[in-house]
C-alpha cells in the first residue's frame, strides 16, 4: 500500500507518553499534515486548540472531554474519533493502533459548517482498515 | 467502498484525498515544527493545556478506582455541580494549586510542579525510592561527604531532568 507515518512537527516525545502521535501519508502527501500546515497560517486559534488536544491525546489513555474527542457513533465508523478544536471549526480524524507501537494515527480532517462529518469518519474509518490490513 | 484504481490498492476516493494533500517540503514542516514549539511561549496556551491534562489525569485516575462525580464530590466537600464544572474546564472555576492539590489526593495522586529550562524536560519513572538515612553525628564529622538526611539515592531519583529529546518515546509503567 505504501503507506508512511509521519510525526507531527513540533510535538515533544515528553508529550507522547501514552501514545504516539503520527500523521498518514502517501507519496510525501498527508491529508492531516497538510490541514495542520494550513491552519497554522490562516486558522491560528484553531490551529493552537487542535494542538493542544494533540498534546493531550498522546499522554493519557483515552481524552474524556467530548469537546476535545469524540468518538464516531456510527458502529460501520469503528474505532474512529475525531479531534476538536474547542468552540472552533477545526476537525482531525484519527483512530488508535494498539497492537504494535501504541499509536494515534491522524488521517483526514474537516472543517466544520463548511464539511461533511459522516463522510470524513467514513474516510477515516476506510483508511484504518487499510492501514491494519497492509501492517506485516 | 469505491473502485479500486488501477496503479492503487486504495479506492478512487481516498486517492483523491491524499493526492489533493499539499505535497510536504522539508520548509513546510520545519514551519509547523516552530509554529508548534512556539506554541510554549503564550501563557494563556500553555496554562489551558495543563489545566486540561490535570482534568483528564483525574478523570482517569476516578475511572481506575472507581470513584463517581458523586463520590468525589461527597469527598471533596463540594456539590457535584461544582466539580462538574471543575472537570469541564469552566471559566468560572478558579484552578488554584491548592485546588489540585485536593483534588490529586483525593483520588489517590500527587502534583509536582517542577521549574524548567526551556530545552528540559521531565520524564517521570515509577520505581521504588529508598531512602538513605544518615547518623545525624555523621553529618557533623564530614558535612561534605554525607548528604542530608533521609536523601533518596541518586539511582532511585522518581523525575528524571533531562535535555534535548528522547528520539524514541517512553511509555509509563503502570
Redo the contacts between chains.
Keep these: 500500500m505504501g503507506f508512511e507515518l509521519l510525526e507531527i512537527p513540533g510535538l515533544k516525545a515528553s508529550e507522547q507518553t501514552r501514545w504516539k502521535i503520527r500523521a498518514l501519508a502517501l507519496d510525501g502527501r498527508s491529508p492531516a499534515l497538510g490541514a495542520l500546515l494550513e491552519w497554522q497560517e490562516s486558522e491560528k486559534a484553531d490551529f493552537k486548540k487542535i494542538m493542544k488536544v494533540l498534546r493531550m491525546l498522546g499522554q493519557v489513555p483515552r481524552v474524556h472531554d467530548e469537546k476535545k474527542v469524540k468518538k464516531s457513533s456510527n458502529p460501520d465508523h469503528e474505532g474512529t474519533y475525531e479531534a476538536r478544536a474547542d468552540k472552533g471549526h477545526a476537525r482531525l480524524m484519527f483512530f488508535y493502533c494498539e497492537e504494535d507501537e501504541s499509536l494515534v494515527i491522524c488521517t483526514n480532517h474537516y472543517w466544520k459548517g463548511r464539511g461533511n462529518q459522516n463522510m470524513a469518519f467514513k474516510q477515516c474509518s476506510d483508511l484504518r482498515t487499510l492501514y491494519l490490513k497492509s501492517r506485516p | ?1 469505491n473502485n479500486k484504481s488501477k496503479d ?4 478512487d ?2 486517492l483523491a ?8 517540503t522539508q520548509a ?10 512556539e ?1 510554549d511561549q ?1 501563557p494563556s ?1 500553555r496554562a ?2 495543563l489545566k ?2 490535570f ?3 483525574i ?2 485516575a476516578m475511572e481506575q478506582k472507581g470513584i463517581s462525580q458523586s463520590e468525589l464530590a461527597r469527598r471533596w466537600g463540594k456539590s457535584r455541580q461544582y466539580l462538574s464544572r471543575v472537570l ?2 469552566d471559566r468560572r472555576v478558579n484552578f488554584t494549586i491548592e485546588t489540585m492539590v485536593e483534588l490529586a489526593g483525593l483520588v489517590g495522586r500527587k502534583i509536582e510542579v517542577h521549574m524548567l529550562n526551556p530545552d528540559e ?3 517521570v519513572l515509577r520505581c521504588k525510592v529508598t531512602p538513605r538515612r544518615v547518623s545525624p553525628l555523621d553529618r557533623f564529622k564530614d558535612p561534605q561527604s554525607s548528604p542530608a538526611p533521609n536523601v533518596c539515592h541518586p539511582e532511585f531519583q522518581a523525575t528524571t531532568r533531562f535535555k534535548g ?8 509503567s503502570a
Aim: net charge negative; charged share 30%; aromatic share 6%.
Design positions: 467502498m492503487s490498492a486504495l479506492p476516493d481516498l484525498l491524499f493526492q489533493g494533500a499539499r505535497k510536504l513546510n514542516l520545519d514551519k509547523l515544527a516552530k509554529a508548534t514549539e506554541l503564550d496556551f489551558e493545556y486540561g491534562l482534568v483528564e489525569h478523570q482517569e469541564s474546564e524536560n521531565t520524564h529529546r528522547i528520539d524514541d518515546a517512553t511509555r509509563l
